[in-house]
T-cell receptor
Framework: EAQVTQNPRYLITVTGKKLTVTCSQN?????MSWYRQDPGLGLRQIYY???????DKGDVPEGYKVSRKEKRNFPLILESPSPNQTSLYFC??????????????FGSGTRLTVV | GQNIDQPTEMTATEGAIVQINCTYQ??????LFWYQQHAGEAPTFLSY????GLEEKGRFSSFLSRSKGYSYLLLKELQMKDSASYLC??????????FGGGTRLMVKP
């Protein structure tokens, strides 16, 4: 089944403790992206990647890192999480940055709470 | 950037028709998507409009006017399961999606 897999689905952590949210897609998509979703603010892009070893900042990159060593994987790293990073996170992928005719395929989401 | 505006909340009755509007800045615009998102779940693709006019897919239709920077999603024969958020997203000059804040639709019996 074609899908984007995120892990974990839920995570509660403490301020300052480094964490990684994994994202993997099995569709050979070139474009991958991370979003965070907060009430009233909609989906905001954190980072995106056009292809292996090519990453770029989105609208809200502060406090996050990403890497794209393989085409299928695009982990999101929070080096020192803070409470304002409590949010619902989505990974998405597409054939190319243009989103084509079918838009992005989204992962199931990761609900992160930083206390 | 690209500002995308849509109402925050709407309420409609089961079996009725509802129209969710979306307006956006027209500069560098390529196309417009609509997604459905149930609470706590991932957004799922509904429609994509590039050309002006109405596109119909079963109970859902989407309309685009490029010159007016305006789109709407029309839901007919509303069902309780249609209670969800509906996200409007613009495909901008860089060909990446920018999302509106979403419209939460509540369908009542």
């Amino acid at each position: 089944e074609a899908q984007v897999t995120q892990n974990p689905r839920y995570l509660i952590t403490v301020t300052g403790k480094k964490l990684t949210v994994t994202c993997s897609q099995n569709m050979n998509h070139e474009y991958m992206s991370w979003y965070r979703q907060d009430p009233g603010l909609g989906l905001r892009q954190i980072y995106y990647s056009m292809n292996v070893e090519v990453t770029d900042k989105g609208d809200v990159p502060e406090g996050y890192k990403v890497s794209r060593k393989e085409k299928r994987n695009f982990p999101l790293i929070l080096e020192s999480p803070s409470p304002n990073q409590t949010s619902l996170y989505f990974c998405a992928s597409s054939w190319d940055r243009g989103a084509g005719d079918y838009g992005y395929t989204f992962g199931s989401g990761t609900r992160l709470t930083v206390v | 950037g690209q500002n995308i505006d849509q109402p925050t909340e709407m309420t409609a009755t089961e079996g009725a028709i509802v129209q969710i509007n979306c307006t956006y800045q027209t500069s560098g615009f390529n196309g417009l998507f609509w997604y459905q998102q149930h609470a706590g779940e991932a957004p799922t693709f509904l429609s994509y409009n590039v050309l002006d006019g109405l596109e119909e897919k079963g109970r859902f239709s989407s309309f685009l006017s490029r010159s007016k920077g305006y789109s709407y999603l029309l839901l007919k024969e509303l069902q309780m399961k249609d209670s969800a958020s509906y996200l409007c997203a613009g495909n901008n000059a860089g060909n990446m999606l920018t999302f509106g804040g979403g419209t939460r639709l509540m369908v009542k019996p």
